[in-house]
């Protein structure tokens, strides 16, 4: 037990040098990731008993699925966005080598279509131009018509992937309309090279094996019985209240994709709408969601198995929040053995929305064993 702890005490996790938008995570833009690295040494250092999985309950884009594929672990991810899952599903599952033809064929046949129906979605025209909004409509339509699931998925993916690229919107993390000079061509172009880059990136992706379940659930509803697998090591990062909108991020791509973004704001941990409405929540409410989440640990996790938590501190209406005292409190209430701190910093690069509320300098790794 001391060698595992010194192991994870030589390790410098501020990882200066990680590059979260290079290879397979540049398929799809996503807030605030996961670096790979963390769950690279924790996995390696840690371990993963035989016969166990790998779990992450907030897997946002599959950092900590990859890393348990390329060491050679089963995992599973969970996460109540859709997008989130949508891109950990196509991370991590093969793609087939007809993926480009049907590429071609999707854009040949909407550029075919004639007539197109346009979703009911709110404030439409004030982010996509009408051209804009019929191509993406034409495209859709076109990818629905593909009948192998993991094509019609990675299709999906590339086309959410430039969904803000081509709309008013003025970047990623910038939600501010301006004019932009993208028309029906340029945008066929855009679609036609983000899935050639999927593909590229997917064929170099070399996992020892595929072996990776990703439920689009809400964690804290989740029960024991829908994880199919003992879990040895879980890996996670849940929502810091106040810090990041991760519905707000994928707002539009999920109104076109046929999703509800309000029902994933309302069932999200620490989005900040929660917390300028009338009664809003508290550190005791992120207290009593922690409790519900390391119950679910307790059922799944096999004896001796050790949960990494990684939590970062909260700025709630001026006051402070300690995350990862809630946390360590909440570990031990259910039952498991704080065996580690660590800290770390992080990049100040990072991009995201509602900087002022989440600038946040250093977050905590806790590790527990049950």
């Known amino acids: 037990m001391l060698s595992l702890i010194n192991r994870l005490n030589k390790i410098d996790w501020n990882f200066p040098n990680s590059n979260t938008a290079g290879g397979i995570n540049s398929i799809h833009p996503y807030p605030a990731k996961f670096i790979q690295e963390i769950p690279k040494e924790l996995i390696g250092i840690i371990g993963v008993p035989k016969g166990t999985c790998v779990f ?38 093969p793609l087939t080598s007809s993926f480009m033809e049907c590429v071609k064929h999707v854009i040949n ?15 439409l025209d004030h982010w996509f131009m009408p051209e804009i909004q019929e191509t993406t409509a034409k495209l859709l339509l ?27 919107q003025e970047s990623d993390t910038r939600y501010a309309a301006i004019n932009k000079d993208i028309d029906a061509n340029k945008y066929y172009s855009l679609f036609s090279r983000a899935a050639e880059h999927l593909w590229k990136v997917k064929n170099a ?43 707000l991020y994928h707002k539009y791509r999920m109104f076109w994709l046929g999703f509800d973004p309000i029902q994933v704001k309302r069932n999200e941990i620490g989005a900040r709408a929660h917390y300028y409405k009338k009664n809003p929540p508290t550190a005791n409410d992120f207290h009593n969601q922690m409790v519900t989440l390391f119950n679910l640990f307790w059922d799944v996790v096999v004896k001796n198995g050790y949960v990494c938590v990684v939590i970062g501190r909260s700025k709630v209406h001026g006051k402070i929040i300690d995350n990862a005292s809630i946390i360590n409190d909440v570990g031990k209430l259910v039952g498991f053995t704080p065996m580690l701190k660590l800290s770390r910093l992080i990049a100040s690069s990072r991009k995201t929305f509602n900087l002022s509320h989440a600038n946040i300098i250093n977050e905590n790794i806790l590790i527990f064993r049950k």
């Open 56 to 93: 992450d309950p907030f897997c946002g884009s599959g950092a900590t699925l990859v890393e348990a594929q390329l060491a050679g672990k089963p995992s599973i991810g969970i996460d109540l966005n859709p997008i989130a899952c949508l891109i950990s599903r196509v991370k991590t599952q």
């Open 205 to 247: 992706y070399k996992p020892k094996f595929y072996n990776t379940e990703v439920l689009c659930k809400d964690t804290l509803a989740v029960t024991k019985k829908e994880i199919k697998q003992p879990v040895g090591l879980v890996i996670t990062s849940p929502p810091y209240p106040n810090a990041y909108e991760y519905w």
């Open 142 to 168: 076109s990818i629905e018509s593909v009948k192998e699931q993991r094509i019609k998925d990675a299709l999906r993916l590339a086309l959410s992937s430039v969904l803000v690229r081509v709309s008013n």
């Open 109 to 123: 046949s909407a550029q075919s279509y004639t007539k197109i129906t346009i979703p009911q979605i709110p404030n």
